[in-house]
């Protein structure tokens, strides 16, 4: 499985951005997928992650209310809106695949399988 970040970007404090994450995959729907973040000098943390289905989702609590996580199975693609971005969200953003398609959305990076190679998000003040 191959994951292809995009979407990254230089934004002001208060825009949006949306990221996609392509899956060369023929069987994505069966994956749990998950988006994680690392800023400079600080380790690799969860943002957000969806069930195959995407009837369930997952949130940071320093992201909920401002970024949605969404998936389409027939795009083999999973999104990140971002909203009201602030200049902490700046840090480079990875996708992730899990192999174990039954479950919960799981914020812990040891459940994901595969890794894309990330898109740099800078937030301007």
């Known amino acids: 499985v191959q994951l292809q970040a995009y979407g990254g970007g230089l934004v002001q404090a208060g825009g949006s951005l949306r990221l996609s994450c392509a899956a060369s995959?023929?069987?994505?729907?069966?994956?749990?997928m998950a988006w994680f973040r690392q800023a400079p000098g600080k380790e690799r943390e969860f943002v957000a992650a969806?069930?195959?289905?995407?009837?369930?989702?997952y949130y940071a609590d320093s992201v909920k209310d401002r970024f949605t996580i969404s998936r389409d199975n027939a795009k083999n693609t999973v999104y990140l809106q971002m909203n009201s971005l602030k200049p902490k969200d700046t840090a480079v953003y990875y996708c992730?695949?899990?192999?174990?398609?039954?479950?919960?959305?799981?914020?812990?990076?040891?459940?994901?399988?595969?890794w894309g190679q990330g898109t740099q998000v800078t937030v301007s003040s």
């Open positions: 995959v023929s069987t994505f729907s069966s994956y749990r």
């Open positions: 992730a695949a899990s192999k174990k398609r039954v479950g919960v959305p799981s914020p812990l990076q040891s459940n994901y399988d595969y």
């Open positions: 969806i069930t195959w289905s995407g009837d369930i989702t």
